[in-house]
Every structure is written in C-alpha cells, then in structure tokens.
C-alpha cells in the first residue's frame, strides 16, 4: 500500500495536469493543447465555420492533446471536452466527432466516433455502439486509423459511416439514439477511463440530450488524445466558438454501483440496439472524494473536493 502511494506520488510530480482550459480561434495553442483547422473550414471573426465541399474533405477542426492530458495507467481519471457555438443551418446540419488516442495515423489507436443530427430530422449514431450496462458492458472499443478514413471512399461510399468503420464485415457499426436539436449547444463529451477495470464510460451531456454508454476495454494510457470533427454533407454549416478541455484523476479505485437512469438492453450480435437518451445526467457517478488535479495557469498542486 506504501509502496503504491510512492509510486503515484512520484507519477504526480512529473505531470502537469490541467483543471481546465478554454481555447478559441485567437488563443488556439496552449498548455499541451492545439486546435488547428483544415480547408475549407476557415476562422470568421470570432469563430472557427465548420463545412465541407466536397465528399471526400478531410477532418475539418483537429484538437490534439499532448501526453500530459493522457490518461493514468492505473487509477480512473476523467477527459470532458464541451464545445461551445450554434447552428448556422439549422434546416440540415449534422456534427461528425472522433475522440481517439495513440496518434492521429496510428492503426492500433482506440476510438469513438459519433454523428449528432443537430438539425433534429434524423437519429445520431453511436460507434461502435452504446451499451448502457455501465457496471459490466460486453461492447468493445473501436480500433483503428479513424483519421484516415473521413476522406477514404474505399472504406465506405458514404461520408458519415466512414467514422463509424469497425471491419469490412461491420462497415457502418452504431447504435442510433434520439437526435438532438438546434438548440443543443453547448455539447459536452465525456470519457472515463477505468484501466485496472478494463472499462471505458462515454457521455454526451447537451441542453436536451444526455448518453451514457460502456465499454469492455480501457483506452489506451500515458499518450496523448486528438478529436476530429467535420460535418456530414454540402450545404450543412455550424461554428465553434470555445474549445473547452479538462482533466480529472481520482485517487480511489473503489468501484460502485451507477445510477440506472439508462434503460439496460440485450446486445444483439449482428444489430446494434436502438437506445433511448437518458433524461439527465446524473450529477454524482461515484462517492465524493478528494481528487488530484493540478492547474497549467498557476503549475502546483492542487487538491479540491470535487465529484467526477
């Protein structure tokens, strides 16, 4: 026990941790963080303007995180991203998010992807699925170059299943869920990460929309994390104004029961199950307990009495 204490206190002191930090398109490099974009999405005033052109356009927002965000190889520790900004066309807009890790052209990287209807005319899509047995999932991660394949038409001819890649025979793997709206902003995404469990917890938190879905696999830890986003279609058209990231690590590895606001199914084999969206998420996922963080602005140690 001792001996375990030393080795996370010696761990501690040679990472720098972040409470949070807020990047927007005239402060994008910082703190381990860069958010670049590629074309045609350009920077309007305040704002990055996510669209396409054509097909097969790459990622158009990149978020990389260096492995000082990455997470703990042994204790449970916590990625929220929120992103804040609105929908120009809100007749037909479509969000396209990757949250990946181990290198952006890495093919043993780790990752979710998922399609939000931000127009509310269709169901997201969660991949590579979402069970919602938080405690004991059997869904495993998906594994894979996702970078690569947003503009690969080898991998599928349609542009919002490329992301959604598992295998040849499992080209377009998700669950579908209720869509969001127009007024979902901000969206904040989530992801857990339980290494000696063996389990990964995703979230997705909006105005009107909250997910949880579990996974039979950790991430991967101690490397850095890149998040991609796109839109589906020509014509389709959102911006962001603040990229906001933060990490949390807990000092407790105790396990505990979650709440059971989200409806458990069976998880076929062959189909991913339609899932319904919880009504809130809950505010307490684990016993309230100090937790280790530490701010890039100040770089000291800091302990708050927070709950993950």
């Known amino acids: 026990m001792?001996?375990?204490?030393?080795?996370?206190?010696?761990?501690?002191?040679?990472?720098?941790?972040?409470?949070?930090?807020?990047?927007?398109?005239?402060?994008?490099?910082?703190?381990?963080?860069?958010?670049?974009?590629?074309?045609?999405?350009?920077?309007?005033?305040?704002?990055?303007?996510?669209t396409i052109e054509k097909d097969n356009d790459p990622w158009g927002v990149e978020i990389n995180m260096d492995n000082t965000w990455g997470f703990h190889p042994t204790l449970p520790s916590k990625l929220t991203l929120t992103l804040s900004g609105r929908t120009v066309n809100p007749d037909n807009t479509d969000l396209i998010i990757a949250i990946t890790n181990g290198g952006s052209a890495d093919t043993h990287s780790k990752f979710l992807s998922m399609v939000i209807r931000l127009d509310g005319k269709d169901?997201?899509?969660?991949?590579?699925?979402?069970?919602?047995?938080?405690?004991?999932?059997?869904?495993?991660?998906?594994?894979?170059?996702?970078?690569?394949?947003?503009?690969?038409?080898?991998?599928?001819?349609?542009?919002?299943?490329?992301?959604?890649?598992?295998?040849?025979?499992?080209?377009?793997?998700?669950?579908s869920a209720p869509p969001a709206t127009t007024n979902s902003w901000p969206l904040t995404f989530i992801i857990e990460n339980y290494p000696l469990q063996n389990r990964t917890i995703s979230r997705i938190s909006a105005s009107d929309y909250n997910i949880s879905c579990g996974f039979a696999q950790n991430m991967l830890t101690d490397i850095g994390h890149n998040i991609y986003l796109t839109t589906v279609g020509v014509g389709e058209h959102y911006t962001i104004s603040e990229v906001y990231v933060e990490y949390n690590l807990r000092v407790t590895t105790t396990p505990t029961t979650f709440p059971s606001s989200n409806p458990t199914t069976s998880h076929p084999t062959t189909y991913k199950p339609t899932i319904m969206p919880t009504t809130s998420l809950p505010t307490t996922i684990q016993p309230s307990s100090s937790k280790i963080s530490c701010t890039h602005r100040y770089k000291i140690i800091c302990f708050r009495a927070t709950t993950m």
């Open 123 to 175: 169901w997201n899509e969660l991949s590579p699925g979402c069970d919602t047995n938080l405690m004991n999932p059997s869904e495993i991660l998906n594994t894979g170059d996702v970078y690569s394949y947003m503009n690969d038409t080898q991998i599928h001819q349609l542009r919002f299943c490329r992301p959604l890649y598992e295998s040849q025979n499992n080209p377009c793997s998700a669950s």
């Open 2 to 50: 001792i001996l375990h204490h030393v080795v996370v206190l010696l761990w501690l002191l040679q990472r720098v941790f972040c409470d949070g930090i807020a990047l927007t398109p005239n402060e994008s490099d910082k703190y381990g963080v860069t958010v670049t974009r590629n074309a045609p999405v350009t920077i309007d005033g305040n704002n990055w303007d996510v």
